[in-house]
């Protein structure tokens, strides 16, 4: 890209960064160093405020970036992830949201450990819910480094190298000082930029076709290479049953795994009621839901104005798909409104990956505090050196998701968001749905849950075409793939279900049944919340 860009893009990332620095400088000197302040903002935000930062959160790199791309790439299949991802919202709506404020405290773990033993609980779910985020982390990772990449013109693999580090470094400084509050106003402010930049391109596009959606269709189609194939199913997932059967286990991974992702559920506990937390869930909705349908304007509107080769010559993965067009869409490369339009996209994603990564942290890094430091210590750990530990956590957290995202910077990272989304289905869900809902769920059903889950969807993953054995695989030169979906969750998220059943129903332990009734109460109700 010429210096034009790059100045003008690197100023707007400036400009976004100081504004985000100094919003948690602020909010840092405004606290009071409390749990529920750190974890919870102190519960003091509305539905409209938690409904913007739960989309926010939500509307991460693999939305923006990555599903533009898997549709510029494959058409009709790439459209899977934009409906996998609104449709979950329906089972967070129904079944999650209201008894989840109503029951927890800061985390997952808190819902399940209120009519459980705490102690192996709260290990088993924290050793989760940091796994789960950890693989969220590394997607934004790597939508971060492909787009300073194609800033700096794909040349620079140091840049690359160099720009993961500093979102790394740079979301533990928002989580370890701002902590809730200050991740929360990040994430409205990313929220309203991504919806006013996607509204914008979406015109842009749709004005270049007349407003004709049909003529956009049929000339991505014929810019794909691939003719009407593009705009039918079976591009991607529909050459064998291999591939059929992982679009299966992909639309499970995405409808399932938004109720058991940490820093979504994390969101509920940050108003004051269970009222207003399904009220947020209707306001995140909204918003979420508009903007995945544009981008199904966006990843077709690549193919129709880039040109699928073009895009794939640019990131094998697609994930530039959107900057390209947004260069396209001004005038081409070396125009003033190319160079204006390209820029402010790339701000604008680059932001969205700045949000995203400090909610996650701030809910891994939750977890490491508030369920194992706190369990592994005196039940009644002093809430300042708790706090205290998740400031460390986050800064481990993040050294960790920088190494892994170094490590998986060719791959897609909405597809990356699938594998998270998978195994927060099949460790997370069942023991939620099961605590919620089973009178006769035990501590050892609830333990067997999440490790039958966890355990057989990392294994998996490992074992899978996504590590070894084809050339877009992360060590392409080995092959020691047996299992042959590159999406687990058809496999283990069955496996995290039943794990529960047989861990309960072979439980010496009886089940509680006055606890089970006191979690009841409270959760249909509201009494005795926090």
Not at 266 to 290: D, E, H, K, M, N
Not at 299 to 324: H, I, M, Q, W, Y
Not at 464 to 489: I, K, M, R, Y
């Amino acid at each position: 890209m010429s210096g034009d860009h790059q100045t003008l893009a690197l100023l707007l990332f400036s400009a976004f960064i100081a504004v985000t620095l100094g919003i948690t400088s602020w909010v840092s000197r405004n606290r009071h160093g409390s749990a529920e302040e750190f974890y919870a903002g102190g519960r003091l935000f509305s539905p409209m405020e938690n409904g913007f930062a739960i989309a926010g959160d939500y509307m991460s790199a693999a939305s923006f970036l990555g599903i533009s791309g898997l549709i510029a790439l494959f058409g009709y299949d790439g459209m899977l992830y934009s409906v996998g991802f609104l449709v979950a919202w329906l089972v967070v709506l129904f079944l999650v949201a209201e008894l989840v404020r109503n029951c927890g405290r800061f985390t997952l773990a808190d819902v399940i450990a209120s009519r459980m033993r705490e102690r192996p609980v709260r290990i088993a779910s924290g050793t989760s819910s940091v796994t789960v985020s950890v693989l969220y982390l590394v997607a934004q990772m790597v939508g971060a480094g492909s787009l300073v990449a194609l800033l700096l013109g794909g040349t620079s693999e140091a840049a690359r190298s160099w720009t993961v580090i500093g979102v790394g470094a740079l979301m533990v400084i928002y989580v370890s000082l701002g902590g809730m509050r200050a991740t929360t106003w990040i994430q409205i402010v990313k929220a309203v930029l991504l919806m006013a930049g996607a509204i914008v391109m979406t015109v842009l596009v749709l004005t270049r076709f007349h407003g004709d959606f049909n003529q956009l269709l049929n000339t991505a189609a014929e810019r794909s290479g691939h003719g009407k194939d593009f705009l039918s199913p079976g591009l991607k997932y529909g050459g064998n049953w291999t591939a059929r059967l992982d679009f299966i286990s992909l639309g499970l991974a995405l409808v399932l795994g938004t109720a058991g992702l940490p820093h979504i559920l994390a969101r509920f506990y940050t108003v004051p009621t269970a009222r207003a937390a399904r009220r947020s869930v209707v306001w995140s909705i909204g918003l979420i839901g508009s903007f995945y349908l544009m981008t199904i304007v966006l990843g077709f509107g690549a193919a129709a104005v880039v040109g699928t080769d073009e895009v794939r010559k640019s990131n094998a993965a697609g994930n530039t798909a959107v900057p390209l067009l947004a260069l396209n869409l001004g005038g081409g490369a070396g125009s003033t409104g190319g160079t204006v339009l390209f820029a402010v996209v790339a701000a604008v994603a680059f932001a969205t990956i700045l949000a995203v990564v400090a909610g996650i942290t701030l809910a891994s890094s939750a977890s490491v505090a508030h369920d194992l430091y706190a369990s592994l210590r005196r039940r009644h750990a002093r809430q300042r050196s708790e706090v205290a530990v998740a400031r460390l956590a986050a800064a481990g957290i993040g050294v960790a998701a920088i190494a892994l995202g170094l490590l998986a910077r060719d791959l897609n990272v909405a597809f990356l968001v699938g594998l998270a989304f998978a195994v927060a289905a099949s460790a997370n869900l069942p023991v939620l749905l099961y605590s919620l809902f089973w009178r006769n769920f035990t501590t050892r059903g609830a333990v067997w849950s999440v490790y039958g889950g966890l355990i057989p969807a990392m294994l998996l993953v490992v074992l899978s075409p996504v590590v070894s054995g084809t050339p877009e695989a992360l060590f392409p030169g080995v092959d020691f793939h047996v299992f042959p979906l590159q999406n687990p969750g058809l496999v283990s998220i069955p496996l995290g279900f039943l794990a529960g059943w047989i861990g309960t129903v072979t439980s010496a332990e009886p089940p509680d049944a006055a606890r089970h009734a006191e979690t009841e109460v409270r959760a249909l109700t509201g009494a005795g919340a926090v």
